[in-house]
């Protein structure tokens, strides 16, 4: 099965704008991966913020948004919070098959 | 509300197996059911997929030939049948509503 890769950390600044990326081992992420984005705080289940490249589910707060972009999935986060320190996970489909991202740590410092 | 709970986990030895169940609520049980798991540690991994009328099984290659998916509409319930189990199935199993929503896991011990 495809590997899919993620930054494994990155660092923002309280309210300042960080884009986590998700590749493919296959080839370019497109729509008909329908790439998924996961927050997981420690001690709790991931939530669900990014459905279908950019769909937004009922919680997911203004300040993130996904995207193609070059290439690979992406997830920014526009105006950090404290609280968005987190592990963020992608996940792409293939024909009914998932594979999620390698996962990436965002601290907000 | 959307309410998924997980049951059914537990210390199990090497080559035992194990029924996970998961008891969904608040939605119309139609959608594509999930379970996901995470080692101690670790990230995410996608294990096996149902749609909504059992069609179409999906498996991860880690799992392959070893676990079981299954559901019943009636009941609106996610079933995982895990046999052959090995020390790296160590994690906690979560049930997932069509990637969207998450139950809180169950923690599966592998371990004689």
């Known amino acids: 099965q495809a590997v899919v890769t993620q930054e494994p950390s990155l660092t923002v600044s309280p309210g300042g704008t960080v884009t986590l990326t998700c590749g493919s081992g296959?080839?370019?992420?497109?729509?008909?991966?329908?790439p998924y984005w996961f927050q997981q705080k420690p001690g709790q289940a991931p939530r669900t913020l990014i459905y279908d490249t950019t769909k937004k589910h009922s919680w997911t707060p203004a300040r993130f948004s996904g995207s193609l972009l070059g290439g690979k999935a992406a997830l920014t986060l526009s105006g950090a919070q404290p609280e968005d320190e987190a592990d963020y996970y992608c996940l792409l489909s293939y024909s009914g098959f998932h594979v999620f991202g390698t996962g990436t740590k965002v601290t907000v410092l | 509300e959307v309410r998924l709970v997980e049951s059914g986990g537990g210390l199990v030895k090497p080559g035992g197996s194990l029924r996970l169940s998961c008891a969904a609520s608040?939605?119309?049980?139609?959608?594509?059911m999930n379970w996901v798991r995470q080692a101690p540690g670790k990230g995410l991994e996608w294990v096996s997929s149902i749609t909504s009328t059992s069609d179409y099984k999906y498996y991860a290659d880690s799992v392959k030939g070893r676990f079981t998916i299954s559901r019943d509409n009636a009941k609106n319930s996610l079933y995982l049948q895990m046999n052959s189990l090995r020390a790296e199935d160590t994690a906690v199993y979560y049930c997932?509503?069509?990637?969207?929503?998450w139950g809180q896991g169950t923690l599966v011990t592998v371990s004689s």
């Open positions: 296959s080839g370019p992420v497109t729509s008909g991966h329908y």
């Open positions: 997932v509503r069509d990637v969207l929503d």
């Open positions: 608040g939605f119309t049980f139609i959608y594509t």
